[in-house]
Nanobody, 128 residues
Framework: QVQLVESGGGLVEAGGSLRLSCAAS????????MGWFRQAPGKEREFVAA????????YYADSVRGRFTISRDDAKNTVDLQMNSLKAEDTAIYYC?????????????????????WGQGTQVTVSS
């Protein structure tokens, strides 16, 4: 059993920054990955970023690479998403996700079916 709670969303001007945090409880993440997805109104959920819990390897969607940074804090059991140079198209509900299985391919990190646990989401709105 895992509970994920996102925080840090809000309104921000284009070009600004936000830092999202995902707090995990109910288990210890020492091997399995955690990631961020987002869903804009009328759009399908899409991958944003992920981090391997053991190695710390990071994976990003092309649309956010160079602007977003995913990180983790083992002591706090949190995963953060630092979002810089925000654009209007970044507006979405952002979801934290965690997996209880280890991916067998780097390509799996971007697949929503890898993740068994999901947070409630936090709204990010970027004004243009």
């Amino acid at each position: 059993q895992v509970q994920l709670v996102e925080s840090g969303g809000g309104l921000v001007e284009a070009g600004g920054s936000l830092r999202l945090s995902c707090a995990a409880s109910g288990r210890t993440f020492t091997l399995y990955p955690m990631g961020w997805f987002r869903q804009a109104p009328g759009k399908e959920r899409e991958f944003v970023a992920a981090i391997a819990w053991s190695s710390g390897n990071k994976y990003y969607a092309d649309s956010v690479r160079g602007r977003f940074t995913i990180s983790r804090d083992d002591a706090k059991n949190t995963v953060d998403l630092q979002m810089n140079s925000l654009k209007a198209e970044d507006t979405a509900i952002y979801y934290c996700a965690a997996s209880r299985v280890a991916p067998t391919s780097a390509n799996h990190y971007s697949q929503d079916w890898l993740y068994s646990y999901w947070g409630q989401g936090t709204q990010v709105t970027v004004s243009s």
